[in-house]
């Protein structure tokens, strides 16, 4: 059964309108993002761990996004510093239990809505496994909770993604048989986590 909420389920319509909007071409994309855009200015997603925010700004124009919460890595599993090139978005992803989370009895989830990485996950540190991710509870955003990762809730990612896709910066979605949605970026994106 799903554990759906009014705000899963507008996280989920958003979702399915960035899906629809690029839903022309599912083939796989060969490229590198910096392959795409030679000469362009990169766009940045700045998390400054003192305030808890997320902000996203483009290169080109100077033109600001959306500025969110986030929760962070607790002490000892702190979240990684530092500059990270960003490959690509999932939406609806998969999900594989770290090590405390195998320790209570977690399984892996197929790719949806309801996993604990909720509507989105940008990979960005450790092979893909520390994440900027959705499924986040408002009441933890602004608290060092995670294993590590970078969480906010459905609803905010997803406006930063749609943001970014106003800005040219995602190809067409590529539909996994997991059931998980790839987009990868087509113009160059970092992380900067301070």
């Known amino acids: 059964m799903l ?15 960035l899906f629809a909007q690029s839903a022309g071409t599912v083939a796989a994309d060969p490229h590198s993002a910096a392959d795409h855009a030679e000469g362009t200015a990169p766009l940045i997603m700045e998390i400054e761990s003192t305030t808890f925010e997320l902000r996203v700004r ?21 979240t990684p510093t530092g500059r990270f090139p960003l490959e690509r978005i999932i939406l609806s992803p998969s999900w594989r239990p ?6 209570t009895g977690a399984q892996p989830e197929p ?12 990979p960005f540190a450790a092979g893909g496994v520390i994440a900027l991710h959705g499924g986040g509870d408002r009441k933890a955003l602004g608290k060092p909770i995670s294993a590590g990762c970078v969480r906010a809730t459905d609803a905010d990612l997803l406006r930063v993604v749609a943001w970014l896709d106003e800005r040219d910066a995602l190809a067409d979605a590529r539909a996994l048989r997991s059931g998980e949605i790839h987009r990868r970026f087509q113009r160059p994106i970092e992380l900067v986590v301070r």
């Open 3 to 17: 554990r759906t909420t009014p705000q899963k389920l507008q996280a989920y319509s958003l979702a399915l309108v």
């Open 58 to 78: 483009d290169g080109r124009d100077g033109r600001i996004g959306p500025t969110i919460r986030v929760a962070l890595g607790s002490p000892g599993q702190s």
């Open 98 to 103: 770290g090590v405390l989370a195998k320790e």
């Open 111 to 122: 790719a949806s809505l309801e996993t604990p990485m909720g509507a989105v996950k940008i």
